[in-house]
Antibody
Framework: QVQLQESGPGLVKPSETLSLTCAVS?????????CGWIRQPPGKGLEWIGN???????YYNPSLKSRVTISLDTSKNQFSVKLSSVTAADTAVYYC????????????WGQGTLVTVSS | DIQMTQSPSSLSASVGDRVTITCRAS??????LNWYQQKPGKAPKLLIY???SLQSGVPSRFTGSGSGTDFTLTISSLQPEDFATYYC??????????FGQGTRLEI
């Protein structure tokens, strides 16, 4: 059974960089899956942040592309997201996900972690 | 970006009702449309992929249909556990993936 678990600071100051990690169990991220991140501001809808393939190729939401970096650590079977220059608008629950590139859907989700941007 | 518009934004229904939620894409997306269910405090769960394929383990009262720009999610007989928020998501414009704004289904 594939399981994902997000970790990282729950509070980030404005203008700083948000950093989260997703630990994956149940499969090897180097085996060919896409991994990604999705966020959800409190009381609002879902926003795709970006995906990374096992080769390291990345794909980002154009609206966040200038501030986001997703990376893999295959030795630890985990992947990460960094979002720079955060503002209150970046306050959200952040989910790590796997993306089935064959059927083109998000199949496995972490439980989500709330990140609040505040001084 | 392809915009996804769901209607209605919220819906009140009763146990046993038949309910339909609509999702419209701003351009044709063939059948690259997925539906997710989200309950409060939980991660979304995949219900339907490729417009009409039922994800393993999802009850058969959920059906999806449509192609091109117009899609529907139908729940044939609402059960208490179905009250949640539903999102559509297009995967035609890979890798720029977008969600609808959600439909909140209330008792």
């Amino acid at each position: 059974q594939v399981q994902l678990q997000e970790s990282g600071p729950g509070l980030v100051k404005p203008s700083e960089t948000l950093s989260l990690t997703c630990a994956v169990s149940g499969y090897s991220i180097s085996s060919g899956y896409y991994c990604g991140w999705i966020r959800q501001p409190p009381g609002k809808g879902l926003e795709w942040i970006g995906n990374i393939y096992h080769s390291g190729s990345t794909y980002y939401n154009p609206s966040l592309k200038s501030r986001v970096t997703i990376s893999l650590d295959t030795s630890k079977n985990q992947f990460s997201v960094k979002l720079s220059s955060v503002t209150a608008a970046d306050t959200a629950v952040y989910y790590c996900v796997t993306y089935n590139s064959g059927w083109r859907h998000f199949d496995y989700w972490g439980q989500g972690t709330l990140v609040t941007v505040s001084s | 970006d392809i915009q996804m518009t769901q209607s209605p934004s919220s819906l009140s229904a009763s146990v046993g009702d038949r309910v339909t939620i609509t999702c419209r894409a701003s351009q044709s997306i063939s059948n690259f449309l997925n539906w997710y269910q989200q309950k409060p405090g939980k991660a979304p769960k995949l219900l339907i992929y490729a417009a009409s394929s039922l994800q393993s383990g999802v009850p058969s009262r959920f059906t999806g249909s449509g192609s091109g720009t117009d899609f529907t999610l139908t729940i044939s007989s609402l059960q208490p556990e179905d009250f949640a928020t539903y999102y559509c998501q297009q995967s035609y414009s890979t890798p720029s993936l977008t969600f609808g704004q959600g439909t909140r289904l209330e008792i």
